[in-house]
């Protein structure tokens, strides 16, 4: 990491305040950590939350898919948020508004007021990804960040472990109102270090004008639509695994509570690691000489197919506990290794003018993957009575996205937009 600190560039004016890149990817990782924690605890406090709030089957399902009705559809507007305004406080404003309508949570009495929470709790998450697509556009290198963004990615995997590891014992423990309370309030703390360490330069907004470009810009591009279908492929294991692998572990695979905590956790561990690892791996064939190209796309394509591979292993292997475990963890690997440079394809390709826009729109397609993966598990399995055909539909996915990345999406370099206008970009 220390390479990242050492090439955070900043204007000569503004150099002494500027903090380090090493600084700022850290903050953003913690904010990812959080970012899927808070979404994801609602699916660990749902035995309790059930009865407590005298909740049906269909409520309950209703409010596990909530989230996602607002963070999609939230995307194209943060997207042109980002790129407009100054990138910093916009995620400091969404930050604070998921931290209090997870607080919040702590406080509900019925039904209405816990779906009202969860839906704004999807529009406070909507601006992550393009924040954080647009700071590391904008701040990091090429041959930096492939690991920025794998620091950043880690905190996916990080945040469902803590809340399988530990989560399910504080609720336990302490109430899920509790957990909710203190998890919220505790996590404004973010905000302080960022407000001191934020980039100063390269959080401003880009005028209109300035030669950026539009939502249509964007969809006239191929390798736009081959970015869309691979990060729906990688979201639809990403959204299988959140909320159906304790189900899968519990009734398939028939683990008791403490034994499904481990295994879940050390998935979600393997794939943080193996995200980590690749990041530092496809910077370094970089700076060895590798183009972009060959090396982002050789570590998505590759790792969407082992993936998909692993799942139908699943499959195959059904039948012997063991053997299923270690495909599992096998899915999760490759998943973390495609991860982190999905985003750097997305980064390098639209460009620090067109970053924010440019995410918006592929978290926008890329997250309906909320939507179909938890309902048409469920659907599968219900109407089956186990999970063969649903892991088998994971792994069709999954190849469809090795097949985006490998041939829908073209050279990882930027794209020369039109300038729309003479003045000069700021």
Not at 397 to 404: K, M, N, R, T
């Amino acid at each position: 990491m220390a390479g990242l600190a050492s090439t955070f560039e900043s204007a000569p004016d503004e150099a002494a305040r500027d903090k380090s890149l090493y600084a700022v990817v850290a903050l953003l990782a913690v904010s990812v950590f959080i970012n899927y924690i808070d979404r994801g605890n609602l699916s660990i406090a749902a035995p309790m939350l059930k009865d407590e709030l005298h909740l049906s089957a269909k409520q309950l399902g209703i409010l596990l898919s909530a989230f996602f009705w607002t963070y999609t559809w939230s995307q194209l507007v943060s997207g042109w948020l980002v790129d407009r305004f100054n990138v910093n406080w916009i995620l400091a404003g969404g930050f604070f508004v998921w931290t209090i309508a997870t607080a919040a949570t702590g406080f509900v009495r019925g039904f209405g007021m816990l779906l009202a929470l969860r839906l704004i709790l999807g529009v406070g998450e909507s601006v992550a990804f393009p924040s954080y697509c647009t700071i590391l556009a904008r701040c990091c290198p090429e041959a930096l960040r492939g690991r920025a963004n794998a620091f950043i990615m880690s905190g996916i995997p990080a945040g469902p472990a803590f809340g399988i590891f530990l989560g399910a014992m504080l609720m336990g423990r302490y109430g899920w109102r509790s957990f909710f309370i203190a998890l919220g309030l505790l996590s404004l703390l973010w905000l302080v270090p960022w407000i001191q360490w934020m980039p100063r330069r390269g959080g401003v907004g880009v005028s209109s004008a300035a030669g950026g470009a539009g939502v249509w810009d964007i969809l006239e591009q191929r390798s736009a639509w081959g970015t869309f279908g691979g990060l729906f492929a990688y979201n639809y294991l990403s959204y299988f695994m959140l909320t159906w692998l304790p189900f899968y572990l519990i009734h398939e695979r028939n683990f008791s509570m403490q034994k499904m905590g481990t295994i879940g956790g050390l998935a979600y561990l393997a794939l943080a690691a193996a995200s980590v690892i690749s990041g530092w791996v496809s910077d370094a064939w970089i700076l060895a000489g590798g183009t972009p190209t060959r090396v982002r796309k050789t570590f998505t394509v590759a790792g969407l197919a082992v993936s998909s591979c692993s799942c139908l292993a699943v499959v195959v292997f059904g039948s012997n506990s063991l053997l299923a475990t270690i495909f599992l963890f096998a899915a999760c690997v490759g998943a973390g290794m495609s991860n982190s440079n999905i985003w750097a394809i997305t980064q390098t390709i639209a460009g620090p003018r067109v970053a924010g826009k440019w995410t918006g729109v592929q978290n926008f397609v890329g997250n309906f993957a909320g939507l179909v993966s938890p309902a048409l598990t469920g659907y599968v399995v219900d109407r089956t009575g186990h999970f063969f055909w649903a892991f088998a539909v994971a792994a069709g996915v999954l190849l469809g996205g090795a097949i985006c990345f490998a041939f829908i999406v073209g050279p990882v370099e930027p794209v020369k937009w039109q300038t729309r206008s003479l003045a000069p970009a700021s």
